[in-house]
């Protein structure tokens, strides 16, 4: 009845499985993957035809961790899983990032990757073996997927000696939590949490990381081999005679209009190009069905992208003409606003957020109901992102993936410098409300969570700052930038951030869109943001350089009398001022 197909290895001394042909047999892609005890099952299913009217990869991953994989019922008053939880969302985004720059370009099926944790044996996290898990199906699916890619957790023991897959009670002694995904020639994301490491420490977690996944990756491909389904037929348009027209119909145009600095003028104009552009190809504003809209569109696109990269590499000048280096104007002020607790306003060239720390009691920790039980939080940090802040309009209401994913950044680079829980006994949340964004605005929540908390009073270990890097790279050539804009963002090929103080690193996060990137390429980009990170921090040191003396000492006189807060006072709430 089953067609069983099964391969094993010794995997940081824990054997791990990984098992297609008896479950969930109607998908295009199954695996079970077991690691130790932690067991889950990753299913792939695409879309026999493309889906109509779309430009981009209609890719989407849904992890959920089931409570009965650890022996525990839901908490709450429905007691069953309803929505994600915010483990689901940040693990769903762990493994979108690496796998989605790896489809074929102009895929366009719907293709849906679903990842449910059965078992949890309390010491391998389920995060890693839905990596491992996910990319098999993929492999074994017929998608047009150029994987598999292998993922392993990195660790940095007290004797300063890296860990694979440290076990969770390995990782509370840590001095780094490392995420990294990629291929057998390169990295392609990284995650990470770290006690102010550096740069060098940082790079060889991720080298330590790439090695030891690759004996996955070779278990992956030898699973494939017994059982991988014949690849879909998929074959791209040629659009080489119809780019080489546009090039002639748009070039100059499209270069004078991204030697505009300002975002809002830069638009316009790139809008005014691409009109110009469709009314060469559609003159009569009829559809052509042997080139439709949606691929005159499309190569447009591509020629955007082209044209700052040229400019880039050939001038090494961007597109708000800055050298490959150089930061954006900063300015900040702490305290910003005059009944909060703490405040920041942080602006960085046309990206600004305006941060509020907030103290509380004991009585505030938020309560997480996890698969390994339930525990309490006494740092919370919130990040919004509202479509007025790109000058767009769209859906207020929860938080999206987005917002979750950059307020969790935020969360672990500043988390490594708060003071212990003996040293400052209250439960913090920063709330981060991004009013502009052009480049980095979780970078920027980064600087501004520094700022507020120092404004409140919080005794932090150092101030920290973030940068976001990027990377052009064509052939052998390649440019490193500083401090990259949303359109350097989108029409490159890396988004590189970093987090720390002067002394380390608190936080990496790296994401690549082409096959990924060499060690060389990464011991750049380290260096060129350390230089980054402290040209930011002596600009933040110029509206506050430490913590206030007193917690509420810049309240106004007529205000001062409202505090309740002292430096051991664990009873009562802080009163807002």
Known sequence: MFNVHRVELDWGGRKLTLETGKIARQADGAVVATYGETTVIATVVAAKQPKPGVDFLPLTVNYTEKYYAAGRIPGGYFKRERGPTEKDTLTSRLIDRPIRPLFADGWRCDTQVIITVLSHDMENDPDI?????????????????????????????????????????????????????????????????????????MLGAVMFGHRHFQPVIDAIISLAEKAAKEPREFAMPDTAALEKEMLGVVEGDLRKAYSIPRKAERQDAVAAVKKKAMEHFFPDGTDNPERPMQMVAGVFKDLEGKIVRWNILDTSKRIDGRDLVTVRPIVC?????????????????????????????????????????????????HYNFPPFSVGETGRVGAPGRREIGHGKLAWRAIRPILPSKDEFPYTIRVVSEIT????????????????????????????????????????????????????????????????????????LQMDIKIAGITED?????????KGGRMHILGEMAKALDTARAELGEHAPASNRSRFRLTRSATSSAPAAR
């Open 129 to 201: 073996v839905a990596m491992v898990a996910a990319s098999a199906a993929l492999t074994l699916s017929g998608a047009p997927f150029m994987g598999p890619i292998g993922a392993a957790r990195v660790g940095f023991s007290s004797e300063n000696e890296y860990v694979l897959n440290p076990t969770l009670d390995e990782m509370k002694e840590s001095k780094l939590d490392l995420v990294v995904a990629g291929t057998q020639d390169a990295v392609l994301m990284v995650e990470s949490e770290a006690q102010e490491l550096t740069e060098e420490i």
């Open 333 to 381: 002020e702490a305290p910003f606003l005059p009944r909060t607790h703490g405040s920041a306003l942080f602006t960085r060239g046309e990206t600004q957020a305006i941060v509020v720390a907030t103290l509380g009691t004991s009585e505030d920790e938020q309560f997480i109901d996890a698969l390994q039980g339930t525990y309490k939080e006494a740092f919370l940090l």
């Open 436 to 507: 502009e964004s052009n480049g980095s605005s979780s970078m920027a929540t980064v600087c501004g969570t520094s700022l507020a908390l120092m404004d409140a009073g919080v005794p932090l270990k150092r101030a920290i700052a973030g940068i976001a890097m990027g990377l052009i790279k064509e052939d052998a050539r390649f440019a490193v930038l500083s401090d990259i804009l949303g359109d350097e963002d989108h029409l490159g090929d890396m988004d590189f951030k970093v987090a720390g103080t002067e002394v380390g690193v608190t936080s």
């Open 521 to 529: 390429i990464m011991k750049v980009a380290l260096g060129q943001a």
